[in-house]
């Protein structure tokens, strides 16, 4: 996985087991091993282009292909090193999910697009790779965004629980549980990009570590009021975003150029607890994943807002904070190559359930 925050490369080593007659009173259907877990940072050109392909500009085809190429490799690394590390084959492995790294999502004209070479991806790693996991909704009228609430369900949840478990990467979303069955969720807004961007223009560092600058400022009332009325957060479910709408020019549109820059990062923290605060009303319980868990400013600013509705990261339910979406990939990826539906339209908008992703097989051995 390479999400939104382009902040490098997750990669999990899973084995997943369907109980076949799961507890109800305790136990999702579903369950997990994790074997490994190995990460790339994202630096130099490839970040830097991967950047630039957010926004058009000149030789976008042949730039776009390069560094779709480029992360593949880096893909292909963190794939290998998973394998020899555990001490397995490529042959050992079922599947492999990859997400490849979004550069456009414009559902509402009907394309979303992840950059990845996924045929040089299963001839580097000999495994069978599925890649291209939002198309099919989006051709049936969806979102393509958020697909891990169907993972968070099969995973998370619990009869008579109300969860709600929030991902926060250079994107949030939510996924509500009602624990009755019911699965709902969207995109919240920006969740790391705008504090990641506005960290890096003032301090020359690629994210605030640990909240630490952020925390130093004070929110700007007047700013987070015209940050919270953009349009887009009063859109209904089912709705989905990215950095078309959510980049550092939408922040200076709302600035008046006067503001101490420490508080405006205060404020863009006030911004992502706030849309966290308001799709989680309602919930029994709040379970934190994505690179934003790790953010202490961040967090203690969710649970003032949602208190007394308990908030903690999803390792007190068995999964690292930090692995949750690329589990999510390896599970899509694992529904694909058994061809089980694993679109969720009550989420997507899409108009029913389909199947989700292409195959690209290994090359055959000899």
């Known amino acids: 996985m390479s999400g939104t925050s382009l902040d490098g490369v997750d990669g999990l080593l899973v084995e997943f087991t369907d109980r076949p007659q799961p507890d109800a009173l305790s136990s999702p259907p579903l369950q997990l091993h994790a074997i490994g877990f190995s990460s790339r940072h994202l630096v130099g050109t490839l ?27 880096l893909y292909a690394e963190v794939v290998a090193e998973l ?12 599947g492999l999910g990859a997400h490849g790294q979004t550069v456009r999502h414009r559902p509402e004209l009907g394309y979303t697009l992840q950059l990845l070479a996924p045929a040089r991806l299963a001839e580097q790693s000999g495994i069978d790779v599925v890649a291209d996991f939002r198309s099919a909704d989006v051709a049936a009228g969806g979102q393509g965004a958020p697909l891990v609430p169907a993972f968070h369900a099969a995973l998370f949840d619990a009869p008579g629980r109300a969860r709600a ?20 969720g969207h995109d919240t807004g920006p969740g790391n990009l705008l504090l990641d961007a506005w960290c890096h223009r003032h301090t020359g560092a690629v994210f605030d570590e640990d909240g630490g600058w952020g925390m130093q400022g004070i929110v700007i009332p007047d700013l987070l009021g015209r940050c919270l009325a953009e349009p887009w957060f009063s859109l209904p479910a089912p709705r989905s975003t990215g950095r078309d709408l959510f980049g ?17 990062q205060a404020t863009l923290v006030g911004l992502t607890a706030e849309t966290v605060h308001r799709a989680c009303l309602g919930a029994d319980s709040i379970y934190v994943c994505g690179g934003g868990a790790r953010n202490s400013a961040l967090m203690r600013a969710i649970r003032s807002l949602c208190a007394p509705t308990p908030v903690s990261t999803t390792d007190a ?14 599970w899509l990826a694992r529904e694909r190559m058994t061809q089980r539906p694993a679109g969720r339209p009550t989420v997507t908008g899409a108009r029913g359930a389909r199947i989700l992703g292409a195959v690209w097989p290994a090359p055959l051995l000899g």
Do not use: C, M, Y
């Open 83 to 94: 394998v020899a590390t555990a001490g397995l084959r490529p042959q050992d492995i079922k």
């Open 248 to 264: 550092l020019r939408w922040l200076e549109d709302r600035l008046n150029g006067h503001e101490n820059p420490v508080d405006v």
């Open 317 to 330: 339910l068995g999964l690292p904070a930090h692995a949750v979406e690329a589990a999510a990939f390896a």
């Open 165 to 184: 478990i929030v991902n926060l990467g250079g994107i949030g979303n939510v996924t509500r549980l009602d624990g009755l069955g019911g699965v709902s």
């Open 47 to 73: 970040r830097e282009q991967l950047f630039a392909l957010q926004t058009p500009g000149p030789d976008e085809l042949s730039r776009a292909a390069l560094a779709a190429i480029q992360l593949t490799d």
